[in-house]
Nanobody
Framework: QVQLVESGGGLVQAGESLRLSCVAS????????VGWYRQAPGKQRELVAR???????NYEASVKGRFTVSRDNAKNTAYLQMNNLKPEDTAVYYC???????????????WGKGTLVTVSS
């Protein structure tokens, strides 16, 4: 069983920075992709950034150049560095670990409970 715990959210002003952390239990972290998602009030959850097991990353267009996703496999931890935050970044941020369970690519999704980021103007 994999458990994910996010931390690092809070209330900041526009232009400031936050770093979110996601700590995973278990032994499957290093081989699998980690995604950071966010869900704003009244909106669907969306993928913000993703890092796969080899360290390749991709970002949603609105955060490219401001957010950086990284991972420390020795610590079973993923990070989301968020710079130049904007009010529209306000959301609950969730960590997702997609664990591949078959050679055909079937995967199981694990989620944390989320951490709230609020950006005031």
């Amino acid at each position: 069983q994999v458990q994910l715990v996010e931390s690092g959210g809070g209330l900041v002003q526009a232009g400031e920075s936050l770093r979110l952390s996601c700590v995973a239990s278990g032994r499957v972290f290093s081989r699998n992709a980690v995604g950071w998602y966010r869900q704003a009030p009244g909106k669907q959850r969306e993928l913000v950034a993703r890092i796969d097991g080899s360290g390749s990353t991709n970002y949603e267009a609105s955060v490219k150049g401001r957010f950086t996703v990284s991972r420390d496999n020795a610590k079973n931890t993923a990070y989301l560095q968020m710079n130049n935050l904007k009010p529209e970044d306000t959301a609950v941020y969730y960590c997702n670990l997609k664990v591949v369970i078959s050679v055909e690519g079937a995967a199981m999704d694990y989620w944390g409970k989320g951490t709230l980021v609020t950006v005031s103007s």
